[in-house]
């Protein structure tokens, strides 16, 4: 016969002292315009698997591509801005 035993490291996983702290809610809160324009683009990809992409697809998909690019370019320049020294912000 075997026994059953839970895995305590599996359930306290998610437990309430685990929080993300004030700095990682900071991260993702700067990150969220990327986040949302790489969503937007695996949705005009997803939208074309099941079917040959029409030129309304593809437009749909260069579109959310340049805007991915440019929010990931703008994140990109935030955060060098942050980081010169001499608060040339």
Partial sequence: ??????????????????????????A?????????????????????????PTELDNRRIRRARRRALAARIALANRTTVANMPGGAA
Avoid: G, K, Y
Avoid at 1 to 26: G, K, N, R, Y
Avoid at 35 to 48: P, S
């Fill in 28 to 52: 993702i809160e700067q990150e969220m315009p990327v986040i949302l324009a790489d969503v937007d683009l695996l949705d005009a990809q997803i939208i074309t698997l099941d079917r040959i």
């Fill in 1 to 26: 016969m075997s026994h059953i035993a839970t895995v305590q490291d599996a359930v306290t996983a998610f437990a309430d002292f685990m929080e993300p702290t004030d700095a990682e809610l900071d």
